[in-house]
């Protein structure tokens, strides 16, 4: 089992910026992939951005250029800058692992952490 712990969200005014931690623990090997994904009120989970072992990255296109994910393997800890917020980011985010342990592939959640743009 992997937990994830995630930190960092909160209240920020629009044009700000966070950063959010999400820290991997348990029987944390073969990570291969972790990422962040949010979900706002009546909306579906949608992904943000999700990084790869070897640091290839991916953003959702509402996020390009204003959000940054980037990764530290020896801590199994991923993190999420994000600046230029605007309301519509606001959401709950949730970290996201993918573990492969042959044959299979486990897929975890961390609980969440809230960022509310608003002034």
């Known amino acids: 089992q992997v937990q994830l712990v995630e930190s960092g969200g909160g209240l920020v005014q629009p044009g700000g910026s966070l950063r959010l931690s999400c820290a991997a623990s348990?029987?944390?090997?073969?990570?291969?992939?972790m990422g962040w994904y949010r979900q706002a009120p009546g909306k579906q989970r949608e992904l943000v951005a999700r990084?790869?072992?070897?640091?290839?990255?991916n953003y959702a296109d509402s996020v390009k250029g204003r959000f940054t994910i980037s990764r530290d393997n020896a801590k199994n800890t991923v993190y999420l800058q994000m600046t230029s917020l605007q309301p519509e980011d606001t959401a709950v985010y949730y970290c996201?692992?993918?573990?492969?342990?042959?044959?299979?592939?486990?897929?975890?959640w961390g609980r969440g952490t809230q960022v509310t743009v608003s002034s």
């Open positions: 990084i790869f072992r070897g640091s290839s990255a």
């Open positions: 348990g029987s944390n090997f073969n990570i291969y992939a």
């Open positions: 996201n692992a993918n573990q492969l342990r042959a044959p299979d592939n486990y897929e975890y």
